[in-house]
């Protein structure tokens, strides 16, 4: 892997992956999914596998009338775990997606006002819910202002000379150098982009760049 450029912030890294039209044939958010109930599943399925397995796994959900909250409280537990077998820690993740969605009623009453109301700190209170899931949840699902940042991240950032400690000094650093030049950003694009955005697409950015050099997301 090489870069054509020196990269001293976020920003410049940012410039240096649109320049290569990564999400080209990606959705203009880049996550996948056909709405925000698919994102929180996909977010919590996919830790520690391949995107390809969870988009069975979804499949599989959708087949049984199970991308809801009421649904995935009153399934059989079996059924559950049958059904995102190909996302793997199965009997893991079937619990924890029960959990949530009786979490999200109780606390929330209904998904959509969940998506308005909930915060960084209670999704991180949740069984099996780490930074970075958290993140994608609020980032893609209910398109708040987080920068999601991974293992392809850390590798990409080390890559052109910065090393961090922890998930959120990365996520601290990506964050800054995109909010220090939103003037350029602008320009960049041509056009005023929400910041939500902004972060939703230089994480897919990152993710398509690294997968192209043939570097593993690894574990979560």
């Given amino acids: 892997m090489q870069l054509s450029t020196k990269i001293s912030n976020s920003f410049e890294l940012l410039a240096f992956l649109k320049n ?3 999400l080209e044939n990606h959705n203009e958010y880049w996550w996948p999914n056909e709405n925000s109930f698919e994102i929180l599943i996909g977010a919590i399925l996919t830790q520690n596998t391949k995107w390809i397995n969870v988009e069975k796994s979804l499949s599989n959900l959708k087949k049984l009338n ?4 009421e649904a995935l409280i009153d399934v059989d537990l079996v059924l559950l775990i ?3 077998t190909p996302s793997g820690f199965k009997n893991q ?3 924890r997606l029960k959990l949530l969605a009786k979490n999200i009623i109780d606390e929330f009453v209904n998904f959509e006002i969940f998506l308005k109301e909930v915060d960084r700190q209670w999704l991180l209170k949740q069984k099996g819910i780490g ?3 958290a993140d994608a949840i609020l980032c893609y699902a209910c398109n708040r202002e987080f920068m999601v940042v991974d293992k392809y991240t850390q590798k990409l950032v080390s890559f052109v000379g910065f ?7 990365l996520q601290s650093w990506c964050e800054y ?3 220090e030049n ?9 056009y005023d982009i929400p910041l939500n955005k902004i972060y939703c697409r230089f994480h897919g950015k990152i993710v398509e760049f690294m997968k192209i050099n043939k570097l593993s997301k690894g574990e979560e």
């Fill in 20 to 22: 290569k039209n990564l």
């Fill in 66 to 69: 199970l991308l809801s909250l």
């Fill in 82 to 84: 049958e059904a995102i």
């Fill in 93 to 95: 993740k079937s619990q």
């Fill in 131 to 133: 930074f970075e899931t």
């Fill in 163 to 169: 090393e961090f400690d922890n998930y959120e000094d």
């Fill in 177 to 179: 150098g995109i909010n």
């Fill in 182 to 190: 939103l003037d350029k950003i602008v320009k960049l694009y041509g």
